[in-house]
């Protein structure tokens, strides 16, 4: 394990630079096969709720919510998509707003999974096309999200898969009365932070 960077752009590009110095094989996060398999949740889900109104997903480099699109196109279904970032890396909102790539200096969020600066070309080409809309959330909002699933649910969420229920959460007046379905993506959360947020949690 080696641990790069001051985010997942820079690491993502370390890696790149050792594969080829060493003549390893490089597995991207995000290519079309990787895309197809990721897509396969997106089955399943729809498969159990076909009826769905809309689906909110996490963006990290793209390949989930392209997994996504791609899923819905297939069953030829109505199911409106929603991206969701980090207020603290909204590279992806910049770009969808404007219609283009926009890099930013700088992902600061407590969702790692979520940290992106640069985005990908391709996967951006397939949102602008495909998705109704872009929700950034707050870190407080993310981790309200993390310690609600962890109550109701029992389930543990790692920032990234917290995000679209935060999401949700800050705009429940637009999805009242729908059918919504949250990406919850991972539960890879850091201990420290875990405990961090509980201890928040609990003053209140």
């Known amino acids: 394990m080696i641990e ?20 390893l094989h490089f597995v991207a996060s995000f290519h079309p096969d990787l895309v197809d398999g990721v897509a396969s949740y997106a089955l399943e889900m729809f498969d159990a709720a076909p009826q769905l109104d809309a689906i909110v997903v996490p963006v990290g480099l793209g390949s989930g919510i392209c997994g996504v699109i791609k899923a819905r196109n297939a069953l030829g ?3 409106k998509i929603y991206a969701v970032v980090s207020t603290g890396a909204n590279a992806y909102a910049q ?22 600066r640069v985005p990908q070309a391709e996967a951006l080409d397939m949102m602008l ?11 407080a909002e993310i981790e309200q999200a993390i310690v609600l699933y962890l109550r109701a649910t029992h389930n543990l969420s ?15 007046d637009d999805f009242k009365g729908k059918q919504v379905g949250l990406v919850l993506c991972g539960g890879n959360l850091d201990t420290a932070v875990l405990r961090r947020v509980l201890a928040e949690a609990l003053r209140h």
Request: zero cysteines; aromatic letters at 4%.
């Open 77 to 79: 279904l109505s199911t």
């Open 95 to 116: 770009s969808f707003r404007a219609g283009r790539v926009i890099q930013t200096d700088e992902a600061i969020t407590m969702a790692d999974g979520i940290a992106t």
């Open 4 to 23: 790069f960077g001051k985010d997942f752009d820079e690491a993502r590009e370390h890696a790149a630079q050792l594969a080829s110095r060493e003549g």
């Open 158 to 172: 790692e920032g990234a898969g917290a995000a679209p229920l935060a999401a949700l959460l800050q705009r429940a």
């Open 129 to 139: 096309t495909s998705v109704t809309d872009i929700v950034e959330v707050s870190d």
